[in-house]
């Protein structure tokens, strides 16, 4: 525990000090996971395009769960309802953020046990462009959400 603590603090003290890096970056991931027995877990995120044209997000694949999908919650009748999305494009130069109550990730079907602490690796597949690999750390859903300094 102490050594990830130490691994996360450097990371952030050399990032606080680099450049934007180029192509895609992800960031602040975090996620929820499942409660009881529904097998379905949320992860959120920052995704920050840092190239001169647009990319699109076509899918996502996760090490731990048979099946991710990218979500978005929609009013309905006045209800939110969950959507899913084929894909997500972010614009040349521009962030987006996958957050509660707006684009999400939905985690379903997990492999193994999946508990506040468990870490997963995604794959984001991009249209022309090659894969992003980003961790993601679950919290319990009771749990409030990291601050963006206490995560990756």
Do not use: W
């Amino acid at each position: 525990m102490t050594g990830r603590i130490a691994i996360a603090l450097c990371c952030a003290a050399l990032s606080a000090c680099s450049p934007a890096p180029d192509g895609l970056v992800i960031t602040h991931t975090y996620g929820f996971a499942p409660v009881g027995t529904s097998g379905m877990a949320v992860a959120y995120l920052t995704v920050h395009n840092n190239t001169g044209q647009d990319i699109r997000i076509e899918s996502v694949h996760s090490k731990l769960f048979a099946n991710a999908e990218i979500h978005e919650t929609v009013m309905q009748d006045g209800h939110a309802r969950m959507r899913a999305m084929e894909n997500i494009e972010i614009r040349a130069g521009e962030t987006l953020e996958l957050e509660p109550g707006g684009v999400h990730l939905m985690l379903m079907q997990p492999h193994e046990p999946v508990t506040a602490g468990t870490v997963d690796t995604l794959t984001f597949n991009l249209s022309q462009h090659d894969a992003v690999i980003a961790p993601v750390e679950f919290f319990a859903r009771n749990a409030p959400p990291p601050m963006h300094e206490d995560i990756h």
